[in-house]
């Protein structure tokens, strides 16, 4: 089981991605569009540096539903390897047979 600590500070970084989403995207917009005047588009990045670090969605880490884990983590069943293999052992996937000999 991961930390607890670690798992809380990723709910609130998926919270505040969430909380930000668009307005990181509307100045996004501003910053890339060519056709826009100079000190416009660079007030936009500034203006997107002020938001919090925490609120971009790259800064959301993958990790098990199950342990928490970080790691060997499977984006379409939202787990990791190891979670897998021990409820694939216990018949609880629907569809994985998992063979022992």
């Known amino acids: 089981m991961a930390k607890k600590s670690a798992i809380e500070k990723n709910n609130k970084r998926r919270k505040l991605a969430a909380q930000y989403a668009n307005k990181r995207a509307k100045l996004k917009a501003i910053a890339s569009d060519k056709s826009l005047a100079v000190e416009e588009r660079f007030q936009a990045q500034l203006d997107l540096a002020k938001l919090p670090r925490n ?23 939202r787990m990791s390897r190891i ?17 022992s000999w």
Do not use: H, Q
């Open 55 to 77: 609120s971009a969605k790259g800064r959301i880490r993958n990790r098990c539903d199950v342990t928490g884990r970080p790691r060997a983590y499977y984006r379409k069943l």
């Open 83 to 99: 979670a897998l293999r021990e409820l694939g052992s216990n018949g609880l996937v629907p569809g994985l047979v998992k063979s």
